[in-house]
């Protein structure tokens, strides 16, 4: 348990709460219910060993924090999630009932324990121990099957690493979710323009070749695409998207708007990682407090690169 004040509330509310769920209770010393649910809930703190923090608030001290929550009457407890108040509840509920409010919210100890693995898969491939990472990205889904991220970095490795078959069968059961998600589809492109590149016969030919065909008929689009794909393969993604986007301009409802659809998959698959970041660049954290010395961080080459094809891709459709 920790006090928090406005000096504080950045580091162990905000920032905090994007690694691990923030209980946050608002109380005060005169309040006779606030006395009664401290106890119950540093108790839940020790019992859940981790799986959520509890702060505490004087309400009375800390009238702008309390404000700037909405804080009507106390105490009031409020759970951080992400940066951001997930849900809350008043009063001083018996523990039973706030047992059930947290185990509604928190991840379980599986759950936790796949999300460790994933970190020490991250951290192996950082280091290029890519055995290690597959091996603890493998025991991740192996707890919790439903663990996407852990499936997304899964299949992501196995197709950087060439180990397409196995990658097809990783990625399968992510395909069966509806809607399906972009970052898997984007994979599946990936996947099928690697598969691609290693049965179809054009797979040898030169990129002159290619162009060659396409000189002779602008509108062959089946020839565009399979240049395309070659070049996903080799990890020529502007040049691959420079050819789906002139498929789009001549014809954007081909194949079921395939090439707009490719192109979408490469954008997510160059799409930098969000930063954690507490506080957005208006000079507020993400629980709406006001801050001050946050100044806008220079946009990453690659975030910008994505945005320019976004435009491009737009302009194209219209």
């Known amino acids: 348990m920790i006090d928090v004040t406005m000096e504080n509330f950045e580091a162990e509310v905000v920032t905090a709460s994007m690694q691990t769920p923030v209980l946050v209770d608002f109380w005060a010393p005169w309040c006779g219910p606030c006395k009664s649910l401290g106890p119950v809930l540093e108790k839940l703190e020790t019992e859940y060993a981790g799986r959520f923090k509890l702060v505490k608030i004087n309400s009375d001290d ?22 951001r108040p997930a849900d809350g509840f008043m009063g001083a509920l018996p523990e039973g009932q706030v047992k059930q ?16 693995d994933l970190e020490e898969a991250e951290a192996a491939l950082a280091d290029g121990d890519t055995d290690a990472a597959l091996a603890k990205l493998q025991e991740a889904l192996a707890i919790n099957p439903a663990n996407h991220d852990a499936r997304h970095d899964y299949v992501k490795l196995l197709i950087s690493l060439g180990e397409l078959e196995l990658a097809e069968t990783a990625l399968a059961p992510a ?19 690697l598969q691609f590149a290693t049965t179809d016969e054009r797979a040898n030919w030169s990129l002159e070749a290619f162009d060659e065909r396409i000189a002779q008929n602008k509108r062959d689009f089946d020839t565009r695409m399979a ?11 502007t040049a691959a998207m420079d050819e789906l986007l002139e498929i789009v301009m001549r014809d954007k409802n081909w194949e079921d708007g395939l090439a707009r659809k490719t192109i979408v998959s490469i954008l997510e698959l160059l799409t930098p990682p969000p930063a954690k970041e507490a506080a957005s660049a208006s000079g507020k954290t993400a629980g ?13 080459p690659q975030a910008e690169l994505v945005s320019r094809y976004r435009r491009r891709l737009s302009m194209a459709l219209n």
């Open 227 to 237: 240049k395309s794909r070659l070049l996903m393969a080799a990890g020529e993604w």
């Open 101 to 116: 409010f947290l185990d509604k919210h928190l991840p379980s100890e599986q759950e936790l324990e796949a999300e460790h």
């Open 288 to 300: 709406g407090i006001e801050l001050s010395g946050h100044a806008n961080a220079a946009q990453d």
């Open 175 to 193: 395909l069966t979710q509806i809607p399906q998600p972009l970052r898997f589809l984007a994979l599946q492109h990936w996947l099928q323009a």
């Open 62 to 83: 800390e009238q702008q924090l309390a404000g700037a929550f909405g804080i009507r009457s106390i105490p009031t407890c409020v759970l951080m999630v992400g940066g």
